[in-house]
């Protein structure tokens, strides 16, 4: 009797335990519900009505600092995580087209509701959602929690064109290019670290804590936009009705439509770029991932300062449409010559030439696109683009990956980066077009 009592005993105590953190899940998850509710039907007067500061810049570039930096930590540990729930390699590229399909799907819609509900209110409730997906990414037993979290991070995908929106209400056209680069480079450093964060955590402690450190971050940025970040003035001057014909409106005019077409080939070229170089380096000089991961340090460290300190410069000298014929011709060039001179030094060189070259083109493409943009659309506009960026970095990487193939049994290893170079290039009429619409 004593023994069947102290058997018992422990599955009693365990039981109790889960229902504990049943109901803790459960009490989380209302608490999100709440705050988000509240967000939204509490009136935001008290925040609006501030002039844009250093600190209000400082905050905001915190924000997608932060909101990055999370992403960028889940990143490399995904596919182990999969492979330790026992999901497939086939199931994990599905739960990466998961997260581009929720975010091509909400980007637009998400970034379009911040033009009438406010920049704030919808940045505090995709940081309460990002939040709440990297707890569940974090506390997943079976695969479908981990297709949920991911799922529920790519609804959040907007608080990037949501903050571009917001740049966009506090400056002028002129100071738009720098401001934009400034967030771009909060971006770039995030990528740079994330990776190296979340992989050594990964490794010494599992795939929990960095999960939810990712959760702890947005949850930081959830609290510190909340308290520091005010609504931009010009809110309730432009607020608008949610019309989405009216953002349709906007699409269809020409100089629009050339934006957008010059942003999805250029997002197609980079990532055919991506997609290749890694596999690229391991078979022509036995890079491993060490080597590889430095690369892409390099190349982001030199995006990031071109973003934040070499294109507020040039903006200075040339016009937006000339700096974006400056980085097609970097990148072009760049792609080109790495696809015919295998060479390392030679790799390093235009390493920092395509970096230089992207640096330039993702500012000044957007920054294009907002200067070129109602007021009352800035949030739709660029949501649209971030949405066109996700469909290229979802489809081009299969096409990248089957043009290295050839290029490998062709004995042409560059061939990825040939279409590349060609693909950039194609954007050169188009920005010509551009040209003549704006004269």
């Known amino acids: 009797m004593l023994g069947y009592v102290g058997r018992q005993e422990p599955a009693k105590i365990l039981f109790k335990r889960k229902n504990s953190l049943r109901r803790s899940k459960i009490l989380i998850c209302l608490a999100v519900v709440s705050f988000v509710g509240k967000i939204l039907v509490n009136d935001s007067s008290k925040y609006t009505g501030v002039v844009a500061s250093k600190s209000t810049f400082t905050v905001l570039f915190s924000v997608v600092f932060l909101d990055n930096l999370g992403f960028a930590i889940v990143v490399p540990y995904l596919y182990f995580f999969v492979r330790f ?26 970034a379009r509701f911040s033009d009438h509900y406010g920049r704030r209110k919808i940045l505090l409730v995709a940081l309460a959602v990002s939040s709440f997906a990297y707890f569940i990414f974090g506390a997943s037993q079976v695969i479908w929690l981990l297709f949920l979290g991911r799922m529920l991070s790519g609804t959040t995908a907007a608080t990037v064109p949501v903050a571009q929106a917001y740049v966009a209400d506090v400056t002028t056209p002129n100071q738009r290019l720098r401001y934009l680069g400034l967030l771009g480079a909060a971006a770039g450093i995030a990528f740079i670290l994330g990776p190296a964060i979340g992989g050594t955590l990964s490794s010494l402690f599992g795939y929990a804590v960095p999960s939810y450190l990712a959760c702890a971050l947005a949850f930081t940025n959830l609290v510190s936009a909340y308290f520091l970040l005010p609504e931009p ?12 014909r009216a953002l349709l409106n906007v699409l269809r005019k020409r100089k629009i439509v050339l934006l957008l077409a010059i942003y999805f080939l250029f997002f197609v070229s980079f990532v055919f770029l991506q997609a290749s170089l890694s596999p690229w ?16 340090f390099f190349f982001g460290a030199i995006s990031v300062f071109t973003q934040a300190v070499i294109l507020p410069a040039l903006g200075k000298r040339f016009t937006r449409l000339n700096l974006t014929l400056i980085g097609v011709a970097f990148l072009a060039g760049g792609l080109l010559t790495l696809s015919i001179v295998p060479n390392l030094a030679v790799m390093m060189v235009v390493t ?17 696109i907002s200067t070129n943009t109602p007021e009352n659309a800035q949030g739709g506009a660029l949501g649209v683009a971030w949405a066109i960026a996700g469909l290229a970095q979802t489809t081009a990487p299969v096409l990248a990956a089957t043009a290295f193939s050839i290029g490998i049994s062709a004995g042409f290893d560059g061939l990825a980066f040939a279409i590349s170079a060609a693909i950039s290039v194609a954007t050169i009429p188009l920005v010509m077009a551009l040209k003549r619409v704006s004269i």
Do not use: E, H
């Not at 729930?85 to 998400?110: A, C, N, Q, R």
């Not at 003035?233 to 989405?244: A, C, D, E, G, P």
């Open 85 to 110: 729930l026992g999901g497939s390699t086939l199931l994990y590229g599905i739960l990466l087209v998961s997260y581009s399909l929720m975010s091509f799907i909400f980007t637009p819609l998400v």
């Open 233 to 244: 003035t010009s809110f309730n001057i432009k607020r608008t009705v949610l019309s989405f």
């Open 281 to 296: 380096l391991q078979a022509v000089f036995g890079f491993g991932a060490l080597q590889t991961g430095l690369i892409f």
């Open 352 to 368: 920092a030439v395509l970096s230089f070259g992207f640096g330039i083109q993702i500012v000044t493409l957007n920054t294009l």
